[in-house]
């Protein structure tokens, strides 16, 4: 799961409309992506992890650039 998170992770912020898409409906952009659809509780765990990840990377975007 933790390959898949992490692809998803890099196409969603490679690429600003998929970002603002997965914002708005999280669960048709990661179905896209993995070309599966998943049940609820799979998919939801999928999309937390993907949502921390982004976070964790903004963060330490940010944090580089202060100390930067």
């Known amino acids: 799961m933790k390959e898949k998170v992490d692809e998803i992770v890099k196409k969603v912020q490679s690429d600003p ?6 914002q708005k409906n999280p669960v048709k952009v990661v179905e896209g992506i993995i070309g599966v659809d998943l049940p609820d509780d799979q998919i939801n ?4 992890a993907v949502k921390a990840k982004i976070n ?10 202060l100390l930067g």
């Open 17 to 22: 409309t998929m970002l603002a898409n997965f």
């Open 45 to 48: 765990s999928i999309i937390d």
């Open 56 to 65: 964790i990377d903004n963060i330490g975007s940010s944090i580089k650039g």
